[in-house]
């Protein structure tokens, strides 16, 4: 199958109260093979929408994710982040089978196991932001005293991050991933300044070895103290925002449907149905490849639009609709295949366990604003709310 130039499509730009994901999707995933689409950076891809597409070009080997390789989606500066050309160990850029060597020193330490034991952690964490959040009074901005806080604690306790030193790295942290309230240099220097700090951790680690995660990762021999600085670093970026905007996101949610508060299955249809990391699983065919009917030629550039897929009537009933008593394990929130998201069971511990307790202790909370009116990220390669004003 080919395809013409006037069948090239402008990329569906994300656009400011219209809903999420974009109607285009739904118009995508019913047309005969995939869709011709340009990047706001002028790059070609293909637009792939249907979940089964989706899932396929996650698996095949014949597809790259390495920035490197020729043909390969250019997208905007997000501001600072590295990749595996800057520093080792930014392994989601890094194909198999060089890349199962991270994975496999890191599967353990991500565990259903593993992360039952991070529990009561993730607990006190929780109670220790909830218990700043409420000093400030009867209302606060929930992204900023609650969400973003949140996961970045939790990730540098597991790292073993000093208590004297954790206020630094979650504001360095917080620069680096809020794009609306930081500049490109200052996330820049946050890059350059967390660098310097996880490097300083290693060394330390390697001196005075304790029960977390780097000194454990250590241990092994598997990853030299320059691939964990990189697998550090990735696994702060990848795993802070896209957690906070979807701890926002689903209290906007549950708030608005509240039969479903205290539910233990919100967090898997919460993951589908807002689907925050919608733009970056971006690939480039390596060898011709034939997906959804469609033949993608060697060095053509894809992008598997998540949301597009986790909204595809042929996976999900009702796909438009939140509704936590479907199956909604078969998502693709967390990608598929060799990069599917290490970190997935800490981010649905860490929802479970921020919604109970936020619920709990506080339930008068309310938005203080119009929903439709709230400042929805359509300004990033991550979904989410910029802030959220709440009041109780």
Same mark, same amino acid.
């Given at each position: 199958?080919?395809?013409?130039?006037?069948?090239?499509?402008?990329?569906?730009?994300?656009?400011?109260?219209?809903?999420?994901?974009?109607?285009?999707?739904?118009?995508?995933?019913?047309?005969?093979? @995939?869709?011709? $689409?340009?990047?706001?950076?002028?790059?070609?891809?293909? =637009?792939?929408?249907?979940?089964?597409?989706?899932?396929?070009?996650?698996?095949?080997?014949?597809?790259?994710?390495?920035?490197?390789?020729?043909?390969?989606? $250019?997208?905007?500066?997000?501001?600072?982040?590295?990749?595996?050309?800057?520093?080792?160990?930014?392994?989601?850029?890094?194909?198999?089978?060089?890349?199962?060597?991270?994975?496999?020193?890191?599967?353990?330490?991500?565990?259903?196991?593993?992360?039952?034991?991070?529990? /009561?952690?993730?607990?006190?964490?929780?109670?220790?932001?909830?218990?700043?959040?409420?000093?400030?009074?009867? $209302?606060?901005?929930?992204?900023?005293?609650?969400?973003?806080?949140?996961?970045?604690? %939790?990730?540098?306790?597991?790292?073993?991050?000093?208590?004297?030193?954790?206020?630094?790295?979650?504001?360095?942290?917080?620069?680096?991933?809020?794009?609306?309230?930081?500049?490109?240099?200052?996330?820049?220097?946050?890059?350059?300044? =967390?660098?310097?700090?996880?490097?300083?951790?290693?060394?330390?680690?390697?001196?005075?070895?304790?029960?977390?995660?780097?000194?454990?990762? @250590?241990?092994?021999?598997?990853? $030299?103290?320059?691939?964990?600085?990189? %697998?550090?670093? =990735?696994?702060?970026?990848?795993?802070?925002?896209?957690?906070?905007?979807?701890?926002?996101?689903?209290?906007?949610?549950?708030?608005?449907? /509240?039969?479903?508060?205290?539910?233990?299955?919100?967090?898997?249809?919460?993951?589908?149905?807002?689907?925050?990391?919608?733009? %970056?699983?971006?690939?480039?065919? %390596?060898?011709?490849?034939?997906?959804?009917?469609?033949?993608?030629?060697?060095?053509?550039?894809?992008?598997?639009?998540?949301?597009?897929?986790?909204?595809? @009537?042929?996976?999900?009933?009702?796909?438009?609709?939140?509704?936590?008593?479907?199956?909604?394990?078969?998502?693709?929130?967390?990608?598929?295949?060799?990069?599917?998201?290490?970190?997935?069971?800490?981010?649905?511990?860490?929802?479970?366990?921020?919604?109970?307790?936020?619920?709990?202790?506080?339930?008068?909370?309310?938005?203080?604003?119009?929903?439709?009116?709230?400042?929805?990220?359509?300004?990033?390669?991550?979904?989410?709310?910029?802030?959220?004003?709440?009041?109780?």
């Amino acid at each position: 199958m080919t395809v013409s130039d006037q069948d090239i499509t402008a990329f569906p730009v994300r656009v400011p109260g219209a809903p999420y994901p974009p109607c285009p999707y739904a118009e995508f995933r019913e047309r005969p093979g @995939l869709v011709r $689409s340009e990047l706001p950076t002028g790059s070609r891809v293909w =637009l792939v929408t249907r979940h089964e597409d989706v899932r396929a070009v996650l698996t095949d080997r014949r597809i790259s994710s390495n920035p490197a390789r020729e043909g390969f989606p $250019s997208v905007a500066r997000t501001g600072g982040v590295p990749s595996q050309e800057q520093i080792p160990g930014w392994f989601v850029g890094i194909d198999p089978p060089e890349h199962d060597r991270f994975r496999k020193a890191l599967i353990p330490e991500f565990s259903v196991r593993r992360i039952k034991e991070w529990r /009561p952690l993730i607990q006190e964490t929780v109670d220790r932001c909830l218990d700043r959040m409420l000093e400030l009074g009867g $209302s606060a901005d929930l992204v900023a005293e609650f969400a973003l806080p949140v996961p970045s604690l %939790v990730i540098s306790t597991m790292l073993g991050v000093p208590f004297v030193d954790r206020d630094f790295f979650e504001s360095r942290t917080r620069t680096l991933v809020d794009l609306k309230a930081s500049t490109e240099d200052e996330r820049d220097l946050a890059v350059r300044e =967390l660098l310097r700090y996880i490097g300083r951790l290693i060394a330390l680690k390697q001196k005075r070895p304790g029960e977390d995660l780097v000194s454990r990762l @250590l241990a092994t021999g598997v990853l $030299s103290p320059q691939e964990l600085t990189g %697998v550090i670093m =990735l696994l702060l970026i990848a795993g802070h925002e896209t957690t906070a905007n979807n701890i926002a996101l689903g209290v906007v949610t549950l708030l608005s449907n /509240p039969r479903w508060i205290g539910d233990e299955r919100v967090a898997d249809e919460l993951l589908r149905y807002h689907s925050v990391a919608d733009l %970056v699983s971006l690939r480039v065919a %390596v060898e011709d490849v034939e997906i959804g009917g469609q033949l993608i030629r060697a060095g053509e550039g894809i992008m598997p639009l998540i949301a597009g897929a986790n909204r595809d @009537l042929a996976a999900f009933e009702r796909p438009d609709e939140f509704d936590p008593s479907r199956s909604a394990r078969q998502h693709v929130a967390f990608g598929y295949g060799v990069h599917q998201c290490l970190g997935q069971n800490l981010v649905r511990a860490e929802m479970d366990i921020v919604y109970r307790t936020l619920f709990r202790r506080v339930p008068t909370l309310a938005i203080d604003a119009d929903v439709d009116a709230l400042p929805f990220k359509y300004d990033g390669t991550i979904f989410g709310l910029h802030a959220l004003p709440v009041r109780w």
